[in-house]
């Protein structure tokens, strides 16, 4: 699976969360640019990422920072 997220930085905020196949790589990575392109003529810093995984549940254990607040993320796993 694939995965493009927006993340607020500055708030720790997850603002976008998508989930694409496998074989919708280019949709993917042109809805990511798309994005990208609407927030810099905003002016908005967001972080904008594209992630593959085999499951959401893979993505949300290897990338913790997106999905959780600061408190959970210095809890043991």
Do not use: C, W
């Not at 607020?8 to 496998?22: I, M, P, Q, S, Y």
């Amino acid at each position: 699976m694939i995965f493009l997220i927006e993340y607020n930085r500055r708030r720790g905020e997850l603002v976008t969360f998508k989930r694409f196949a496998d074989d919708d790589r280019r949709l993917a990575a042109n809805e990511r640019l798309q994005l990208e392109l609407e927030l810099n003529r905003r002016g908005v810093e967001h972080e904008v990422v594209i992630l593959e995984a085999s499951s959401e549940a893979a993505v949300r254990r290897t990338h913790r920072r997106y999905f959780e607040t600061l408190a959970e993320l210095v809890e043991p796993i």
